[in-house]
Nanobody
Framework: QVQLVESGGGLVQAGESLTLSCAAS????????MGWFRQAPGKERDFLAT???????HYADSVKGRFTVSRDNAKNTLYLQMNSLKPEDTAVYYC???????????????WGQGTQVTVSS
């Protein structure tokens, strides 16, 4: 059974930082491109960042320079370091996995359950 479990969300003030983690099980983690998405209330789920099997990264313009995605294949864990958080970053954050040699697409194979991030002004 595949599980992606996010953790690390919470309530922070604008300008602060958070690091999200996504622990994967039931897959050969190193074979998967991984990614982060988020969904704010009343909005669609948006792509944030992806990291390929080889470690290549790509970011949405809205988070480029503030967020950093990384992975630890030995720990089967994906991370998202979020700096300079803004109130508009408030959303449920999801990790996702896709069995591909490239980067994640909008239709990954697996989703996590999400973790809430709230940024107060």
């Amino acid at each position: 059974q595949v599980q992606l479990v996010e953790s690390g969300g919470g309530l922070v003030q604008a300008g602060e930082s958070l690091t999200l983690s996504c622990a994967a099980s039931g897959i050969t983690f190193s074979w998967y491109a991984m990614g982060w998405f988020r969904q704010a209330p009343g909005k669609e789920r948006d792509f944030l960042a992806t990291i390929s099997r080889s470690g290549g990264t790509h970011y949405a313009d809205s988070v480029k320079g503030r967020f950093t995605v990384s992975r630890d294949n030995a720990k089967n864990t994906l991370y998202l370091q979020m700096n300079s958080l803004k109130p508009e970053d408030t959303a449920v954050y999801y990790c996702a996995a896709q069995h591909t040699t490239g980067t994640i697409t909008s239709r990954p194979d697996y989703w996590g359950q999400g973790t809430q991030v709230t940024v107060s002004s």
